[in-house]
């Protein structure tokens, strides 16, 4: 079954083809990066022009580069939220609009739900039950995946997403957007025991929710004592990251082993932190805990995660109708 995937919810344009949820025939994705980098942050009525202007030539550009005809698609799948609401809105209309002229299912995908899939695309075969640590701009949340749309949240943030500190803590810094990646490539040169930074709500083993305000609020301080004044970036940047990163591992392993599963599945935009994939492999193997990672390309927002994802809803014989809306809040389905 070949789905046509679309994803649009915040400030990448991605269509993408995939075969019975696994097997990538394209995945286009357009970053919107040059256009927010100036402003330190996604402008949404920037990005929903972007989505605007491109959709269209990439839906086109997704099926000639997969020499297939329209025809051949079987089903379009697309996020319909959580998101900026005018960037979903954008994706939820190409897809409709494709829907309804081909005649062909419409299924609407949650992208947190997509993310959670990218799992799926390289290895065949998903890992279940497991624990998927779900970690990008927007969320941090520990899921326990049961079995497909069979999900429970045993852990979230409590206030920032750890994305939203990787991304604030490099704008004070003055390392520029997204923050993530500079963070990262900064800290391979700093010292990440130099500066010990908070590692909050770790004292419980049964605690799987997270906080990253006070980290951010202590590198902010860290920065205006006479110390951090004199501090290299590279240090500041190195310690603020294994602190993220300590938690973010201490508290997903944890989980694996309170829910008893042999599998850990990394998904979201942070789940591309070298240091995050380093240390979680080596903590969680060390318990005979397997460490699923996608490929970067597929950890960060893309069409073939909604694809996928889209595949295994069809095959539950969820479909939505030409009512299908953008749901900005929209929250990972804990049953289907
Ligand atoms: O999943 P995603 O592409 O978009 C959302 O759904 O939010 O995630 C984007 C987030 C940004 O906060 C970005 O800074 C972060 O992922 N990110 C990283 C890295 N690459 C991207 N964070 C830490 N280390 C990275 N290498
Ligand atoms: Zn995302």
Redesign the pocket.
Known sequence: MLILGIES????TSVAIVEDGRKTIANLVLSQLDVHRDFGGVVPELACRMHLEIINPLIEQALEQSGLKWEDIDAIAVTHGP?LVGAVLIGVAAAKALAYSLNKPLIGVN??EG?IYANHLEEGEMAIPAISLL?????TSLVLVRDHGNYEIVGETRDD????A??KV?RMLGLG?????????TAKAGNPDLIRFPRAMTESRDNFDFSFSGLKTAVVYYLKSEEGKKARVEDIAAGF?EA?VDVLVKKTVNAAKKFNVKDILL??????????REKMAEKAGRKGIKVHLPS?IL????AAMIATAGYFLYKRGIVSDLGLDALPNLPLPQCQ
């Not at 950890?299 to 893309?302: E, P, Q, V, Y």
């Open positions: 919810s915040c400030d990448e998101g992208h947190l993310h970690v990008s701009g927007g969320h997403a750890a994305g939203e990787f991304d490099a957007y997204p923050g993530g990646p500079v963070i990262d490539k990251q993220a998904a979201g935009g942070v789940a591309r932190n070298s240091r995050l970067p950890c960060t927002d893309n």
